[in-house]
């Protein structure tokens, strides 16, 4: 209202020129300082009481189920090995139960200022993941308002009609409503006949009217704009009669902007080149890397291979639809596939390792196929090792909530339920290092280059709640390397491996205080 008066002087008397340099400033000064980080406006209005047993209940016996007890979330998770299923050659395979504790990782000289370091980041992290739709609001009993319980949305700093508001009261000399919000201001859109509206155009609006269905009438013309930028939150709105109060959000948000990609046209149903780009890493094993892409040219010619390189020398791989990006001598490996991912044009993107070796059975088409006709975000297939052994490092992957000190980390080897139309294809946490995503969820997750030697399941944790993951066995591709016989043995393998699995616990170090610091994790259990 301020900055309408202002406007108006300004008309008024703009034309002399000290005069207009004064209303320049006094139009763009800024009237409106918010503290968007505070978002308890409402606190204590919501009755916390209403949660606890009524004192008139107490005396009525229960008895607890132990069973259903133990599935309740009790914010003090443990870690501790848990037996599992043993068979031959577990531990090669798969490797063995364990359970490790992350703090016993980190410096001892700095372990306190570290936890308090972390706690304070925390507090930050909750703040500003905390949405105003995740607080709990109970409606009480038999209230007269009727109002939308969900689905009211606004653009931020735009206005809407509120649908759905109304008061079935009893007999009244006078029906009254009242409005409060902390965001935004109310308004009527028209004026009904019979009613009294108090603070049109602000916080808080009050109606009143001696007939019910006057009231009624001039509640749906009830308007509401969001005067506080901030997109992505909510706006609680409290809707108050005599005696009743009713609590609703109202949604502020942006609309959701797409990222599409074109899959190109095509006569067969799928056209891999146009939808998929391959993406590799590679660290000095050029012989094994060319395997690879003669591999894929053998069933894919015109797909796009990107490679990220950190070798020390690199060598050049050249050929049609190959892009190589060299990077700083042993960048790592999580850094380089966040560069070769980023420089993805195409809907989707498959992950292999560079020792990898595409075969009949290596389908493409056949993830595309899940993506295209499912919601999941990424489906692994199945690495075959020379053994014969087909890995789908299918995981569950489980965060349980643990206090003070962190939560637990559980993982498990397994899967959640099959696809209805995929009977190969499961859904789980996390997959096996052969993979279709698309790329844009990909992009989003990214892999956190901190993880130099050593990382698979950290990406999945990262993307745990934001990628919907899947796994198919029916989608093969060969690992060449890993079981070496002594006498195969080649000088570069000696060396990658030296590179790649240090002798130092310098990189697992590395891995459990980011499981510490950066995911808040306590501790591990895994089988
Ligand atoms: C948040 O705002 C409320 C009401 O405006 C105020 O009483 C409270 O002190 C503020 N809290 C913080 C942390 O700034
Ligand atoms: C498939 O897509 C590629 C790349 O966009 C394009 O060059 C090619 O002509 C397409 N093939 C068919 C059969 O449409």
Redesign the pocket.
Known sequence: MRMRATRKLCLIFGTALPLSLLCIHLLSKPDKVVDVWNRSALEGLLDNALLQPADKYTHIPLKWKDDVLQLLPKNSCKCEVEPTLDFPFRQELIGKPYAVNFASYVDPSVLEETYRRREKEYKKFKMRSYHPTDKLIIAKANSPLEYPVQGVEVRPMKTILIPGLSLQDNLRKVYQVSLLCTMGTFDVAAEVEGVTVKGAGEKHITLSSPHMDNLNRQLQFVSYTNTVFHPNTADTVQFQTVDHTAIFNIKIHHPTVPKMYNP????SKY?I??LVTIATKTFIRYDKLQDLIDSIRKYYP?VTIIIADDSETPQKVEGPFIEQYIMPFGKGWFAGRNLAISQVTTKYVLWVDDDFIFCTETKIEKLVDVLENTPLDLVGGAVREITGFKTTYRQKINVIPGGKDGDCLMTRLGYHHVIQGFPNCVVSDGVVNFFLARTEKLLQVGFDPRLSRIGHLEFFIDGLGKLHVGSCDDVIVDHASKIHLPWTKKEIDTKYEKFRYPDSSDSLDVRHNLFYFKNRFGCMTGN
């Open positions: 190109g046209s095509s006569s056209n080149s146009a015109t």
